[in-house]
C-alpha cells in the first residue's frame, strides 16, 4: 500500500507536503482523514476521480454525500452558468429560483411548510435548536450520543475524538454545554428519565437526533426508535428535530422521514439540497414554529435571529432546485439506491467466504463497512449498542490502514468505513468496486 503511494501519487505528496506549511494540517476539508496524505484532484465527473497524477478512482467519498447525482452533473451546472451569466454570484435581493427551491422542498418533506435556507448543516442545526427553545419558552437540548450534528459549541460536546476516546470540547467553556444532554442510541428508557428530569427543571425544548443513528447509522436505531421517540416528544411537549443533513434526498425526496413515516416539528437540511454546490444549510418545519424567524405569526415580538450574507444566493438555490428536480425526475435515490444494495450484497459475499471480522450494511445509498470492534454483533442483532472500548481502535484501523488500502486499489471511501454511491453508480461501477475490495 505505501509503495503505491510513494510511486504513484508523487504530485499529491509534493501539494500535500506545500500545504503543511500554510494550512493547519495540510487540507481545508474535515474529512481529512485521508491517510498517508490526502489525494489531490485533477477532475471528477459521474462516478468517478482522477488525480494530479493521472490515477483514476470510482469516488464512494463523493464529497461526504452532497453529490447525490455524481460529480459535476451537466443539467444542474449549465443551470448554473447561465445565472452566473445573469446576475453574478449574489446581490443580497430576492431571486426566483429562492422561491422555487423552497417551494420544491416544501413540496416534497412531509415536515416541511416553510423553509429557511443557511450557510451550512452546522448552521442551520444551530438555528433549530435556537427556532425549539424560542417556541417551547425552555432551555434543554437532548441529543443521541456519538450524533454529529456540526462543530458549534453547543453541540459538538460528546463527539469521541478518533483513536483518544476523549472528548471533543476543547475550547468550549463548560457553561456552553450546560444544556446539551445526551442518551445512548435506542435506549428509550434513558431518553424518558431525562425528560422526566428535565420536566422538573423547566422542560425540553427539544430532542435532536439523525434518523438512521448517529453519524448516518454508524450505531443503527432500531427501525421503530424514531416513531418511539416522536410520542416521547408528544407526551413530554418538546420539538422533535431531524438532522436531516445526510439523509435528506438522499433516502427519498422525502427524507427519512417519509421513509421511517414520522414527522418531525422541524428538519435541518444540507448536502444533497445544492446538490454539492455551496451554502447548503436548511431549517424546514411547522409554519407557526418557522414563523418565529420573524417574530411570530401576526406579530414581531419574539424575534429568533439567524443570518447569513451569503444565505439563500441565487448560485446555491439554482444549483439546488436543479439538482432535486433531476434527483426527482430520475429517482437518483432509488438508482443510487439499488447500487448500495448491489456494492453491500457483493460486500457481504465477500466477508462470509473470506470469513472476514467484518459487517457490510446500508440504507438505500448509505453503505457501511466497519469491523465487529465498532459493532458488537452478538446474537447477529445489529442494534445493540457498540462497544465504545474499542471503538476508537477500531475506527482508526478503518481511516487509516483500510482507507489507505483502499485508494490503493483505487477505491475512495470515507473513513474507509462509509460509501456513498450515487446516481452513477452503474452495476458495471459497483462490479469493478467489488472486485477491487476483494483484492483488499
Ligand atoms: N449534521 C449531520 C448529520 C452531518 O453529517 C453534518 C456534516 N457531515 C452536519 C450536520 C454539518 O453540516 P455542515 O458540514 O454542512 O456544517
Redesign the pocket.
Known amino acids: 500500500v505505501m509503495r503505491y503511494f510513494d510511486e504513484r501519487c508523487q504530485g499529491s505528496r509534493r501539494l500535500a507536503e506545500r500545504a503543511q506549511a500554510v494550512i493547519p494540517g495540510g487540507v481545508q476539508h474535515n474529512l481529512a482523514f485521508n491517510h498517508p496524505f490526502p489525494l489531490a484532484v485533477a477532475k471528477a465527473e459521474g462516478a468517478h476521480l482522477t488525480d494530479v497524477d493521472g490515477n483514476r478512482y470510482i469516488d464512494f467519498l463523493q464529497a461526504?454525500?452532497p453529490t447525490l447525482l455524481g460529480s459535476k452533473h451537466p443539467a444542474v451546472r449549465q443551470k448554473v452558468n447561465e445565472v452566473l451569466d445573469a446576475c453574478g454570484p449574489v446581490t443580497g435581493l430576492l431571486h426566483e429560483y429562492e422561491v422555487k427551491l423552497a417551494e420544491l422542498v416544501c413540496s416534497v418533506m412531509p415536515g416541511v411548510d416553510m423553509l429557511r435556507l443557511l450557510g451550512?448543516?452546522?448552521?442551520a442545526?444551530m438555528g433549530a435548536v435556537r427556532l425549539a427553545r424560542a417556541y417551547t419558552r425552555r432551555k434543554w437540548i437532548v441529543k443521541i450520543g456519538g450524533?454529529?450534528?456540526?462543530?458549534s459549541d453547543q453541540l459538538v460536546y460528546g463527539m469521541r475524538l478518533p483513536g483518544t476516546g476523549r472528548m471533543e470540547a476543547v475550547g468550549i467553556p463548560h457553561g456552553v454545554t450546560g444544556h446539551t444532554q445526551e442518551c445512548h442510541p435506542n435506549d428509550l428508557e434513558a431518553l424518558r428519565r431525562k425528560l422526566q428530569w428535565n420536566r422538573l427543571r423547566g422542560g425540553t425544548a427539544a430532542v435532536l437526533l439523525?434518523p438512521l443513528g448517529p453519524?448516518?447509522g454508524t450505531r443503527p436505531v432500531h427501525p421503530g426508535y424514531n416513531a418511539e421517540v416522536r410520542k416521547l416528544c408528544d407526551e413530554f411537549g418538546a420539538l422533535l428535530i431531524f438532522?436531516e443533513?445526510?439523509t435528506g434526498f438522499r433516502l427519498g425526496m422525502g427524507g427519512a422521514q417519509a421513509y421511517f413515516g414520522v414527522t418531525p416539528d422541524l428538519t435541518?437540511l444540507?448536502?444533497c439540497l445544492t446538490g454539492g454546490y455551496p451554502m447548503?444549510?436548511a431549517i424546514g418545519g411547522r409554519k407557526d414554529v418557522m414563523m418565529l424567524l420573524v417574530g411570530g405569526i401576526g406579530t414581531t415580538a419574539r424575534r429568533a435571529f439567524v443570518g447569513g450574507t451569503l444565505s439563500a444566493n441565487p448560485l446555491s438555490c439554482v444549483a439546488g432546485y436543479y439538482a432535486l428536480k433531476e434527483a426527482q425526475r430520475c429517482d437518483a435515490a432509488g438508482v443510487a439506491g439499488r447500487a448500495g444494495d448491489r456494492l453491500r450484497k457483493g460486500l457481504d459475499e465477500i466477508i462470509q467466504r473470506r470469513a472476514l471480522p467484518y459487517v457490510a450494511y446500508n440504507m438505500g445509498s448509505i453503505v457501511h463497512l466497519q469491523t465487529s470492534g465498532v459493532l458488537l454483533m452478538d446474537t447477529g442483532n445489529l442494534y445493540k449498542l457498540w462497544r465504545a472500548k474499542d471503538e476508537a481502535k477500531a475506527r482508526k484501523h478503518m481511516m487509516e490502514e483500510m482507507g489507505a488500502a483502499y485508494t490503493a486499489h483505487g477505491l475512495v471511501t470515507l473513513a474507509g468505513s462509509r460509501i456513498y454511491t450515487s446516481l452513477a453508480d452503474t452495476d458495471e461501477v459497483i462490479d469493478d468496486a467489488l472486485n477491487r475490495f476483494d483484492d483488499v
Open positions: 461526504g454525500g451550512s448543516g452546522t448552521e442545526v450524533a454529529y450534528h456540526g462543530w439523525e453519524e448516518s438532522d443533513v445526510v435541518v444540507g448536502k447548503a444549510g
